[in-house]
């Protein structure tokens, strides 16, 4: 069965088609950062004139790139939450008005359970310990089989992305400062500055990354003239550690011998390398996803939603999903 997905929780207005939850037809991303960039960060007002904007050319395109027609389609899923309001509310109208248009079922998706899915499509192994690190939320969740798992740990306070966006800011980078402080890294040294490692040695899967942020902004004002490479290099340091340190201790504690990793920090080179390595010498296997799957996008909102699809009736709901699981 070919299911529409609709994303726009953010600043992403993404469509795909996705066949039987793992084979994806299309995946179509129309990118808000241009928008955004002079601000620094999303503005949620503009974000949802911007989707407004795209999303028809953005459902469109998918239906193309899929060679599916509006009569293939056997159900549409919208993102219903975790996100910003206003954002939330340009897809999930949409994603209704086709449902209803098609006579096909509407699946509300929980954002957060399709970030946990997106390294899983097509490539399922249960039981799994997932990394979700995005802009708004870090997170382990011990995952049994679809539309099962348990919250091992969250963030205290900022996210990784949060993080990473923040320190880039003080250090004058462009927005999204993730992927600039990646790029700066890799000609730093990691060892220059002993940033704190925020309850890596505690017991639990809790995580804070605002000490950090706080600590490179003392540690800029003290040295104002500190190598920028270094400062990102050794804050990216700081952060992959921690995350490292808890997704294996997470595995080990489950007994779960497959880690995945997800969202948009997921993209990170640092933790990518690391994470390979934790895993080969731990024995575990390690599901990365492709690039296109880890920000946000819409094939992993149609892969969640097929997986809703054996639990029962009110997946099919056309109200806005509580905020349940995840969320
Ligand atoms: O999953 P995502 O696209 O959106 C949310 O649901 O939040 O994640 C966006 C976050 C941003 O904070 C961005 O800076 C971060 O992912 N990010 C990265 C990298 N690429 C994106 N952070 C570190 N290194 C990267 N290469
Ligand atoms: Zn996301």
Redesign the pocket.
């Known amino acids: 069965m070919n299911i529409l997905g609709i994303e726009t929780?953010?600043d992403?207005t993404a469509a795909a088609v996705v066949r039987d939850g793992t084979v994806i037809l299309s995946n179509v991303v129309g990118s808000q950062v241009e928008v955004h960039r002079p601000y620094g960060g999303v503005v949620p007002e503009l974000a949802a004139r911007q989707h407004l904007e795209l999303i028809d050319r953005m459902v469109t395109q998918a239906l193309a790139d899929a060679g599916v027609t509006w009569a293939e389609v056997g159900a549409v899923a919208a993102t219903a939450g975790p996100g910003l309001a206003s954002s939330l509310l340009v897809g999930l109208n949409t994603g209704k008005g086709i449902a209803a248009a098609l006579g096909v079922p509407f699946i509300p998706v929980n954002?957060m359970e399709a970030?946990l899915y997106s390294p899983l499509i097509g490539n399922a192994a249960w039981p799994v310990v997932v990394l979700i690190v995005?802009?708004?939320?870090t997170m382990l969740v011990h995952v049994t089989g679809p539309g099962r798992y348990e919250r091992l740990g969250q963030t205290m306070d900022d996210?990784a992305?949060?993080a990473?966006?923040k320190v880039a800011k003080l250090l004058g980078l462009a927005y999204?400062?993730?992927?600039e402080?990646?790029r700066l890294a890799r000609q730093g040294d990691a060892a220059a500055i002993p940033f704190p490692r925020s309850l890596r040695d505690e017991p639990g899967f809790q995580f804070s990354f605002s000490g950090l942020k706080t600590a490179v902004r003392y540690y800029l004002a003290r040295h104002p003239a500190a190598a920028v490479a270094d400062v990102c290099a050794s804050f990216q340091e700081a952060v992959v550690d921690v995350l490292v340190a808890k997704t294996l201790r997470a595995a080990a504690a489950t007994g779960a011998r497959t880690v995945a990793a997800a969202?948009?920090?997921s993209?990170?080179?640092r933790?990518r390398a690391r994470l390979t390595q934790a895993c080969e010498q731990a024995g575990i296997r390690l599901l990365l996803a492709d690039a296109k799957l880890?920000?946000?996008n819409a094939a992993m909102i149609a892969a969640r939603a097929f997986h809703k699809w054996p639990t029962g009736p009110e997946s099919f709901g056309v109200g806005v999903a509580p905020s349940v699981g995840l969320g």
């Open positions: 929780s953010c992403e954002h970030h995005s802009g708004g939320h996210a992305g949060e990473f966006d999204p400062g993730g992927p402080i990646d969202g948009g920090v993209l990170n080179s933790l880890c920000t946000d």
